[in-house]
């Protein structure tokens, strides 16, 4: 029973965790921080089963974080506020062509992280962009604007020196 009670407040811990850390992807992860993922999980290892190395300690701990990890996506998918608090929300980061600063700090996001992926989707200007939005799973979502719009600045701009 320690096994299952120590397995539950280390999913407690990974998963506080894993929110405070933020919404990067796998593959936007540097090598420094996959290698502290890496090691994150062996330290929770040694911390859920200590010196039992049973096959009945490992089962128990993995069938804890599984037991919880189905709990909380039901809650989510039963409740919407439980979606929000348990998985987070979408955070705009570009909006009509300018860049939101406050959003990137937020999520601890640079300039460079969203060109680059501006660019992996075919996307050259941020000009060209009505929308970009975080995506609760780390993914950037982007929605290029109409042929023939514009930004509101610009189309202000222009209206202002006709």
């Excluded at 998963?15 to 996959?34: C, D, I, S």
């Excluded at 096959?55 to 039901?74: E, K, M, Q």
């Excluded at 570009?94 to 060109?115: A, F, K, P, Y």
Aim: glycine share 8%; net charge negative.
């Amino acid at each position: 029973m320690e096994v299952v009670l120590r397995a539950t407040a280390m999913f407690a811990v990974v998963y506080l965790l894993v929110r405070v850390l933020g919404k990067r992807e796998l593959g936007q992860m540097t090598p420094f921080e996959f290698i502290v993922m890496v090691v994150v999980g062996d330290l929770i290892q040694q911390g859920i089963t200590q010196n039992d190395f049973s096959l009945t300690g490992a089962t128990l701990a993995i069938s804890t974080f599984a037991f919880w990890g189905v709990v909380l996506s039901w809650a989510a998918y039963l409740s919407p506020k439980a979606e929000r608090l348990l998985e987070g929300e979408p955070r705009v980061l570009i909006q009509h062509g300018q860049l939101l600063e406050h959003s990137l700090r937020r999520d601890r996001l640079t300039r460079s992280e969203i060109e680059s992926e501006m660019r992996l989707a075919g996307i050259a200007s941020m000009g060209d962009v009505a929308w970009a939005v975080l995506e609760p799973n780390g993914k950037i979502s982007f929605i290029k604007q109409e042929e023939g719009a514009q930004e509101p600045s610009r189309q202000q701009n222009d209206q202002a020196a006709g």
